[in-house]
């Protein structure tokens, strides 16, 4: 079983910055993906960004240029650090990863940006 922890949240004002963490229980170099999405209330999740086994990272387009995936083999953990933030990334980000194992899901950190 795998677990991923995300940490990180909390309230930002707008324009303001925040990085999320998300610890694995294994080493990370084993996801064929990892990911982050959001879901915010009353809406459905959906993908911030991913990052693949060969470092290639994705990004929605409403987060281009002010959010970046990466992470940290050595220490098991993916980041999303998020600069110029708007009151409409608020939401509960998740962790994602996929391994041969199957997808696993982190418990979510909630993200508040408001003034």
């Known amino acids: 079983q795998v677990q991923l922890v995300e940490s990180g949240g909390g309230l930002v004002q707008p324009g303001g910055s925040l990085r999320l963490s998300c610890a694995a229980s294994r080493m990370i170099f084993g996801f064929s993906t990892m990911a982050w999405y959001r879901q915010a209330p009353g809406k459905q999740r959906e993908l911030v960004a991913t990052?693949?086994?060969?470092?290639?990272?994705n990004y929605a387009d409403s987060v281009k240029g002010r959010f970046a995936i990466s992470r940290d083999i050595a220490r098991n953990t993916l980041y999303l650090e998020m600069n110029s933030l708007k009151p409409d990334d608020a939401g509960i980000y998740y962790c994602?990863?996929?391994?041969?194992?199957?997808?696993?899901w982190g418990q979510g950190t909630q993200v508040t940006v408001s003034s």
């Open positions: 994602n990863g996929v391994t041969i194992y199957g997808e696993f």
């Open positions: 990052i693949a086994s060969g470092s290639t990272t």
